[in-house]
């Protein structure tokens, strides 16, 4: 298997600094030759190594069916590896699954709720499954109520809640146990834009106050951009890049020109890669990706080599790059796939 295209932040830590045997002990999570295989034609993670340090926010990106899910489902006791082996802080998510449940916190991609409870029975509940005694349960119980403002809904239905209240609820489920680690999965899918700045206002918080390590994975590129301290980006169920949200970014360019159009692309992109000032092409299923030293200057020429070669453009553009051209450089897809 190929290694992962690593790109550290020189205010971060480097490759070499996690990989230190001495630093081990201060990574969250470790996970070396991952594989899970759930049948002969169904490989979804296929031999993963990745290091996260304490009190760090990690983005897992990837397409649809890359294996984030199973990433998160083997990290959190869920699902047994196939192959490899897992450690989150500290304890081998097999052979110590107990300790590692003590120890996290998990918010699922599905929203997993009886909507007969209210809210502060949903909490109540799941302290008393983690052998929370009472007086402890009450305390909790009010203290996350209040810090996901549902203070005034406790005692309502689940039922009743909207989508960002649920999202809110099972944070606040998550954080009963007082976790170390917490997994996210798409915690904001299916969220209107206020209940997602929202939900991760809270999030930031949470890794302020507590000194949490998160690890979440979403499909809004600008979520990870903004929140991550480090991104890895998964296909094909290996992580095909990795590092700071800057450090990625950066490696893409001045400016993107991203162009949508129909005819004979192929002859067009060849031409394109022969230009000087063109760093990178990235052919994706709808739209051209070029990485250039200076976009508005350069839109002229492209769309006349357009003409010359066959190939009609519909709509051209540029802008800086971003955390979504690197997704699309390295999974050659569209950021959602359908």
């Not at 106050?209 to 994975?217: A, C, K, R, Y």
Request: charged fraction near 25%.
């Amino acid at each position: 298997m190929p290694a992962p295209t690593l790109l550290y932040s020189s205010a971060g830590f480097s490759y070499d600094d996690i990989m230190n045997e001495n630093n081990h002990s201060e990574s969250v999570i470790i996970a070396e030759g991952l594989v899970k295989r759930y049948s002969k034609d169904v490989l979804a993670v296929d031999g993963v190594d990745i290091v996260i340090p304490a009190n760090i926010v990690y983005a897992l990106l990837g397409p649809n069916g890359a294996g984030k899910t199973t990433m998160i489902s083997m990290l959190t006791t869920l699902i047994e590896p196939t192959a490899g082996s897992a450690r989150v802080k500290g304890f081998d998510v097999v052979r110590r699954a107990d300790e590692v449940r003590k120890r996290i916190g998990v918010t699922f991609q599905e929203m997993i709720l009886d909507e007969e409870l209210t809210g502060r029975q949903v909490l109540d509940f799941h302290g008393r499954l983690y052998g929370q005694p009472k007086a402890k349960r009450r305390a909790k119980i009010a203290e996350l109520l209040a810090l996901v403002e549902l203070e005034d809904a406790a005692d309502r239905r689940c039922a009743t809640y909207s989508g960002g209240m649920k999202r809110r609820l099972e944070l606040a489920r998550g954080l009963m146990t007082e976790p170390e680690v917490l997994f996210l999965d798409e915690p904001t899918l299916g969220l209107d834009p206020q209940n997602r700045v929202s939900i991760w206002e809270y999030v930031r918080n949470l890794k302020a106050d507590l000194g949490l390590s998160l690890l979440f994975t979403t499909h809004y590129m600008e979520e990870a951009e903004q929140m991550a301290d480090r991104v890895g980006i998964i296909d094909h169920g290996r992580i095909v890049v990795e590092g700071s949200p800057r450090a990625l970014v950066d490696q893409m360019g001045e400016d993107t020109i991203r162009i949508l159009g129909r005819g004979d692309s192929r002859a067009f992109v060849e031409t394109l890669q022969a230009l000087p000032f063109v760093e990178t092409v990235v052919e994706g299923e709808s739209v051209i990706q070029l990485g250039v030293d200076s976009g508005s200057k350069r839109l002229a020429e492209v769309v006349t080599l357009a003409n010359t070669d066959g190939f009609t453009i519909d709509d051209i553009s540029v802008a800086k790059p971003s955390l979504g051209d690197v997704f699309l450089k390295y999974t050659g897809r569209q950021l959602r796939d359908k």
